[in-house]
């Protein structure tokens, strides 16, 4: 391949340059790539000392102060005041928190650094700068400029590199990650869990040809009946596909091998909408989780995936999979490898809490309480497990702002842009816990309705609060309306009483839909045994769950859909501060920080054994 001359760039790309933030470019898997990811140089910074200048104000571009400007001293008489230099050295992807101790409690800017030459490329190909995650606010530098910024700790953004910029050797890449808490940010002030910091998930550079396929669906049409057991003579698949630019008289292509597969459309325009119909499907489902490989491509470039088809609905109070009932065994789970203490980032995490899910005999996870890595669904992909994903609307944010809506708008949208070619994915959420009120409800049913008008084929929901009136556990929140499924967090016997509460407790849902209960737990320290009374012994877990279970067995509505109970493992949080049980932990996982599987894990388990057996 021929090194790209410089010159012969700038011509062609001058007209990009003003364009900071490109829309998202989805499934970097299957694109050509350069990872960046690795040991990269780091400053701390909680002064922001290298964003403004003594007087606050933003630095200029060329300000020798900037943190993002490489510091040249050329003779004795000059200083500097930043450098990046060992051993301030941070692994890429990570928290920072978990890598050095005065990462643990550290919340502001970090600025990284790390030197990148360029890739051998094609005249007319282009360079976009990918990043899996950056929690929370990330500003990015090459050169000397700034190429771009984004808000929101769990979705990807890119940006497309001004290749007049560009050098060949030892382009120096800067990122400032500032991870503070703002009341007007989504997550706001307050969660229950670390705010961990840090350029999270994986960085690199997407080599594209000038004309791309950005983004793309493909999925079964959800407007065919499913019947369960009975194979269709034909299936019909839609689609949809958006390019970087506008195209004209360009032939996409598009293939399925395995079904013998291949279609080609002409288009003009800057995106394209696909339907035809395929036989013998082997639809996706949670016993065969089947994926297609398909081929697309424009020009000379493919782009690759591996698909799987299946259709989730809801028909009146049952959740359907492929035309048949199925109950949702599940559990929730953070993006955390608490043995490690620190966020998972990779394919062997994401296979570590899977298998944890698997063993408990779960047929669904609830990702809580933001979009996961993208290997989470890739990996819930080939194993045939389900998934809820959900973005952070979390607790009390300022529901009467249009700025703090506009952001929620924006993490929904990236978060169905990278996932929804994922057939593992079923539920999106759009928040948890929201407290009841009239702008409460404005501001979440506007994302309910964004999420379905984004994408149609999936279910949507939203975690509510319990009401509580005249002896009767309520499930009355005016969300419910316009969720698919009523999904509720409770938690008798633990925030509320003790766990034998249940046996009494009475429970009424307003609506006639899929009635789910997204969480429900009790504290239990690993190890820590005594009667079942007492609070944090693995007994009173135990207990608690036994007393749950028989309340669902017995005391539940009909409409009782699945469950996905708090949590898989024990999980930071700086909220829990009991010095004997707590240390700074939520222990309501099932497993613990060690990764001990405690009492309570085989109690569900054997629920779901149960609950296995009758269904399949
Ligand atoms: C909840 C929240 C979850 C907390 C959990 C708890 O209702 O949704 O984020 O961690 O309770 O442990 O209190």
Same mark, same amino acid.
């Given at each position: 391949?021929?090194?790209?001359? /410089?010159?012969?760039?700038?011509?062609?790309?001058?007209?990009?340059?003003?364009?900071?933030? @490109?829309?998202?470019?989805?499934?970097?898997? $299957?694109? =050509?790539?350069?990872?960046?990811?690795?040991?990269?140089?780091?400053?701390?910074?909680? *002064?922001?000392?290298?964003?403004?200048? *003594?007087?606050?104000?933003?630095?200029?571009?060329?300000?020798?102060?900037?943190?993002?400007?490489?510091?040249?001293?050329?003779?004795?008489?000059?200083? %500097?005041?930043?450098?990046?230099?060992?051993?301030?050295?941070?692994?890429?992807?990570?928290?920072?928190?978990?890598?050095?101790?005065?990462?643990?409690?550290?919340?502001?800017?970090?600025?990284?650094?790390?030197?990148?030459?360029?890739?051998?490329? =094609?005249?007319?190909?282009?360079?976009?700068?990918?990043?899996?995650?950056?929690?929370?606010?990330?500003?990015?530098?090459?050169? $000397?400029?700034?190429?771009?910024?984004?808000?929101?700790?769990? #979705?990807?953004?890119?940006?497309?590199?001004?290749?007049?910029?560009?050098?060949?050797?030892?382009? *120096?890449?800067?990122?400032?990650?500032?991870?503070?808490?703002?009341?007007?940010?989504?997550? #706001?002030?307050?969660?229950?869990?670390?705010?961990?910091?840090? +350029? %999270?998930?994986?960085?690199?550079? +997407?080599?594209?040809?000038?004309?791309?396929?950005?983004?793309?669906?493909?999925?079964?049409?959800?407007?065919?009946?499913?019947?369960?057991?009975?194979?269709?003579?034909? *299936? !019909?698949?839609?689609?949809?596909?958006?390019?970087?630019?506008?195209?004209?008289?360009?032939?996409? #292509?598009?293939?399925?091998?395995?079904?013998?597969?291949?279609?080609?459309?002409?288009?003009?325009?800057?995106?394209?909408?696909?339907?035809?119909?395929?036989?013998?499907?082997?639809?996706?489902?949670?016993?065969?989780?089947?994926?297609?490989?398909?081929?697309?491509?424009?020009?000379?470039?493919?782009?690759?995936?591996?698909?799987?088809?299946?259709?989730?609905?809801?028909?009146?109070?049952?959740?359907?999979?492929?035309?048949?009932?199925?109950?949702?065994?599940?559990?929730?789970?953070?993006?955390?490898?608490?043995?490690?203490? &620190?966020?998972?980032?990779?394919?062997?995490?994401?296979?570590?809490?899977?298998?944890?899910?698997?063993?408990?005999?779960?047929?669904?996870?609830?990702?809580?309480?933001?979009?996961? @890595?993208?290997?989470?669904?890739?990996?819930?992909?080939?194993?045939?497990?389900?998934?809820?994903?959900?973005?952070?609307?979390?607790?009390?944010?300022?529901?009467?702002?249009?700025?703090?809506?506009?952001?929620?708008?924006?993490?929904?949208?990236?978060?169905?842009?990278?996932? &929804?070619?994922?057939?593992?994915?079923?539920?999106?959420?759009?928040?948890?816990?929201?407290?009841?009120?009239?702008?409460?409800?404005?501001?979440?049913? #506007?994302?309910?309705?964004?999420?379905?008008?984004?994408?149609?084929?999936?279910? /949507?929901?939203?975690?509510?609060?319990?009401?509580?009136?005249?002896?009767?556990?309520?499930?009355?929140?005016?969300?419910?309306?316009?969720?698919?499924?009523?999904?509720?967090?409770?938690?008798? $016997?633990?925030?509320?009483?003790?766990?034998?509460?249940?046996?009494?407790?009475?429970?009424? %849902?307003?609506?006639?839909?899929?009635?789910? +209960?997204?969480?429900?737990?009790?504290?239990?320290?690993? $190890?820590?045994?005594?009667?079942?009374?007492?609070?944090?012994?693995?007994?009173?877990?135990?207990?608690?769950?036994?007393?749950?279970?028989?309340?669902?067995?017995?005391?539940?509505?009909?409409?009782?859909?699945?469950?996905?109970?708090?949590?898989?493992?024990?999980?930071?949080?700086?909220?829990?501060?009991?010095?004997?049980? !707590?240390?700074?932990?939520?222990?309501?996982?099932?497993?613990?920080?060690?990764?001990?599987?405690?009492?309570?894990?085989?109690?569900?388990?054997?629920?779901? !054994?149960?609950?296995?057996?009758?269904?399949?």
């Amino acid at each position: 391949m021929k090194k790209l001359n /410089v010159f012969l760039l700038l011509t062609i790309n001058c007209l990009f340059f003003a364009q900071a933030q @490109n829309d998202l470019i989805t499934n970097t898997q $299957g694109r =050509e790539t350069i990872s960046l990811n690795g040991t990269w140089y780091y400053i701390i910074d909680p *002064y922001d000392t290298g964003f403004y200048n *003594y007087r606050f104000k933003e630095r200029n571009e060329d300000d020798k102060g900037a943190y993002w400007n490489e510091p040249k001293l050329e003779s004795k008489t000059e200083w %500097t005041e930043h450098d990046y230099k060992e051993p301030n050295q941070i692994n890429v992807p990570g928290d920072w928190n978990s890598q050095d101790r005065i990462f643990a409690y550290y919340e502001g800017s970090v600025w990284y650094q790390r030197d990148f030459d360029m890739p051998e490329m =094609e005249p007319n190909e282009e360079l976009y700068l990918y990043f899996g995650a950056v929690n929370y606010e990330a500003h990015v530098y090459l050169n $000397g400029k700034k190429i771009g910024m984004h808000k929101g700790g769990f #979705t990807p953004f890119n940006f497309k590199i001004p290749t007049e910029i560009l050098k060949d050797t030892a382009n *120096y890449l800067v990122v400032r990650v500032d991870n503070k808490r703002h009341s007007e940010e989504i997550p #706001t002030l307050n969660t229950d869990w670390w705010n961990y910091g840090g +350029i %999270t998930r994986d960085v690199k550079l +997407i080599v594209t040809p000038k004309q791309f396929i950005q983004q793309y669906h493909l999925q079964l049409d959800e407007n065919q009946d499913i019947v369960s057991g009975q194979k269709k003579k034909r *299936y !019909q698949i839609k689609g949809w596909l958006k390019f970087n630019e506008t195209v004209k008289d360009a032939a996409v #292509t598009l293939k399925i091998p395995e079904l013998k597969l291949e279609k080609e459309f002409l288009v003009s325009g800057d995106s394209l909408n696909l339907a035809f119909e395929v036989k013998k499907l082997n639809l996706w489902s949670t016993h065969d989780p089947k994926l297609y490989d398909v081929n697309l491509t424009i020009g000379n470039h493919t782009l690759k995936d591996k698909i799987g088809f299946r259709k989730i609905e809801v028909d009146g109070e049952k959740i359907m999979l492929n035309g048949k009932q199925i109950f949702l065994r599940g559990i929730s789970l953070h993006e955390e490898i608490p043995q490690d203490v &620190r966020r998972a980032h990779s394919k062997k995490d994401a296979k570590q809490l899977f298998k944890w899910a698997q063993d408990l005999n779960a047929n669904m996870v609830r990702l809580a309480h933001y979009p996961h @890595n993208e290997y989470m669904p890739r990996v819930a992909d080939s194993l045939g497990v389900l998934l809820w994903t959900e973005i952070p609307v979390y607790w009390t944010i300022n529901f009467g702002s249009k700025e703090v809506l506009e952001k929620a708008q924006t993490q929904l949208k990236e978060m169905i842009s990278r996932d &929804r070619n994922r057939a593992s994915v079923i539920i999106w959420s759009v928040g948890n816990e929201t407290p009841v009120s009239e702008t409460r409800t404005e501001f979440m049913s #506007t994302l309910v309705k964004d999420a379905k008008k984004l994408d149609p084929s999936r279910l /949507v929901s939203a975690a509510l609060e319990v009401g509580y009136s005249a002896g009767v556990n309520n499930v009355d929140d005016p969300l419910g309306e316009f969720t698919d499924i009523v999904s509720l967090n409770e938690y008798l $016997g633990w925030y509320t009483g003790l766990p034998d509460a249940c046996r009494t407790a009475k429970w009424e %849902t307003k609506y006639k839909k899929p009635f789910f +209960i997204s969480e429900t737990g009790a504290g239990a320290k690993g $190890g820590f045994h005594d009667v079942k009374e007492m609070r944090f012994s693995e007994e009173y877990q135990e207990w608690y769950y036994k007393e749950q279970i028989n309340m669902f067995k017995n005391r539940f509505p009909d409409n009782f859909a699945g469950l996905s109970p708090w949590i898989l493992a024990d999980f930071r949080s700086p909220r829990r501060n009991n010095p004997d049980f !707590q240390e700074g932990w939520n222990r309501k996982g099932l497993i613990d920080n060690e990764g001990n599987k405690k009492l309570a894990f085989f109690v569900l388990k054997n629920y779901y !054994q149960e609950l296995k057996q009758i269904q399949e």
